[in-house]
């Protein structure tokens, strides 16, 4: 060969090394806590996506390294990381469109009929638009149960001791609590066993996962069984720039590992975090409440249809096509009921 040929050869070469170094990235990834069944869908999610392109597009997730949990929104909106979690109850002036998934007593009873509900909302042109003055892109929820409520003290034997329990509770649940005289306090999760500790509240409405994470289940002596007034809604989002400028192939690793990163979390929630909860309320000597079904529908009735008709004036008035908002998830649950 000769000697131009040859050097012509090898600068192709080098040509494409760096182009195939080029073409790896690493996107950084915002969350809170530390790892628990509430992040599985993104550990998961990074794992799927690493193997999928074999090792040229990496999840770096961080546990609070990178932004307070409430400033996600904000982070993703300046590309400061290209992915997060966050929830909408945390700011929902920012978010509002999402926060139809908060409203009390909605009726979702399985991590799945969540999914479904979530999705539907994120697909809705209207959520996208709210979403877009982000420059953010739902990529998938975080489906969590019914909340309940462990607290310190005396535990109440019926509705009516709620009033004047000071909870730390966010977006629809907080209105519940409002409406069977609590005080509902809205804070970060991972100020909540201070807050506790330090008596600025007696209570908190967490999932079960969440107070074993964040240690309300240490303290706790009492926890409602069957309160279930909401839950909250925390999806996953990614920078809407970073997500077109992925090539082709990462993005379709990306998009296409979602719904086995769904499927993993419900999983591990239902069938790891939900086996530990029983046995660890018996080991911790807590108090298990459970509250008549009469009051409950008591309840439901005096909550549900108010805060849902005061979301739809609230929202309207912000210019969201709310009522149609609020009838794609009542159907929804319907279409998915069992």
């Not at 697909?123 to 739902?138: F, I, S």
């Not at 909540?192 to 289940?217: E, N």
Request: charged share 25%.
């Amino acid at each position: 060969m000769k000697r131009s040929a040859l050097r012509s050869a090898v600068l192709v070469g080098i040509v494409f090394a760096f182009a195939s170094e080029a073409v790896a990235t690493t996107w950084n990834v915002s969350l809170w806590g530390k790892r628990r069944a509430f992040t599985e869908n993104v550990e998961k999610l990074a794992e799927l996506v690493e193997k999928k392109t074999d090792g040229k597009f990496k999840l770096n997730i961080s546990y609070g390294g990178l932004s307070k949990n409430k400033e996600n929104l904000d982070g993703i909106s300046i590309g400061a990381f290209e992915m997060a979690q966050f929830c909408a109850g945390y700011h929902a002036d920012k978010n509002p469109s999402i926060t139809v998934l908060e409203l009390p007593f909605l009726g979702v009873d399985s991590l799945e009929q969540e999914i479904a509900v979530s999705k539907a909302v994120y697909e809705h042109p209207a959520t996208k638009k709210d979403m877009a003055r982000w420059n953010a892109t739902l990529l998938m929820p975080s489906p969590l149960p019914q909340y309940n409520i462990a607290g310190v003290g005396e535990a109440p034997e019926k509705l009516a001791d709620f009033a004047g329990l000071t909870v730390r509770a966010t977006g629809g649940i907080g209105s519940a609590m409002r409406e069977i005289n609590a005080v509902p306090t809205s804070m970060s999760a991972s100020e909540v066993r201070q807050a506790l500790d330090s008596g600025v509240i007696k209570a908190a409405a967490f999932a079960p996962h969440a107070h074993m994470s964040f240690g309300t289940v240490e303290i706790a002596k009492w926890w409602t069984t069957n309160l279930n007034p909401g839950t909250v809604n925390c999806p996953v989002v990614v920078n809407t720039d970073a997500l077109n400028a992925l090539p082709e192939e990462f993005k379709t690793a990306l998009l296409g590992s979602v719904d086995e990163a769904l499927k993993h979390y419900v999983d591990y929630y239902n069938n790891k975090t939900m086996a530990r909860w029983g046995p660890l309320l018996d080991e911790k000597g807590i108090k298990r409440v459970t509250f008549k079904e009469e009051a409950l529908a008591e309840f439901r009735e005096k909550v549900a249809g108010p805060a849902a008709k005061a979301w739809v004036t609230a929202n309207t008035a912000r210019g969201l096509p709310a009522q149609e908002l609020y009838d794609l998830v009542e159907s929804t649950i319907k279409k998915t009921a069992k």
